[in-house]
């Protein structure tokens, strides 16, 4: 079973980047398609962005696209999600989440379909 740690959270001002990680061990990411989703206090849990395994398909919510990027370094273990241009909406704890996966291409927005969570990490945005 894999674990999840992320990291690079913080505190930013508005208008600036941040980029999160998510390592992975106990087992190779290369097999696990991954997503990053957001939760902010009294808020659901809501999407950000998603991978596939093989990094060639990628999906983001409409709220982050153009400013977020997702991408991965399955040599390193590592899933990343840059974040530009933040705004006041974003901060929230991010969590990245993974799921085996036998398509390459395979990625999903929805929460259920991933069974392995990190703990997350919290970002915050200055305005």
């Known amino acids: 079973q894999v674990q999840l740690v992320e990291s690079g959270g913080g505190l930013v001002q508005a208008g600036g980047s941040l980029r999160l990680s998510c390592a992975a061990s106990g087992r190779t990411l290369s097999s696990y398609a991954m997503g990053w989703f957001r939760q902010a206090p009294g808020k659901e849990r809501e999407f950000v962005a998603a991978?596939?395994?093989?990094?060639?398909?990628?999906y983001y919510a409409d709220s982050v696209k153009g400013r977020f990027t997702i991408s991965r370094d399955n040599s390193k273990n590592t899933v990343y999600l840059q974040m530009n241009s933040l705004k006041p909406g974003d901060p929230a704890h991010y969590y990245c989440?993974?799921?085996?996966?036998?398509?390459?291409?395979?990625?999903?927005?929805?929460?259920?379909?991933?069974?392995?969570w990190g703990q997350g990490t919290q970002v915050t945005v200055s305005s």
């Open positions: 989440a993974a799921t085996l996966s036998r398509s390459y291409s395979y990625a999903s927005s929805s929460s259920y379909e991933y069974n392995i």
């Open positions: 991978i596939s395994r093989s990094g060639g398909s990628t």
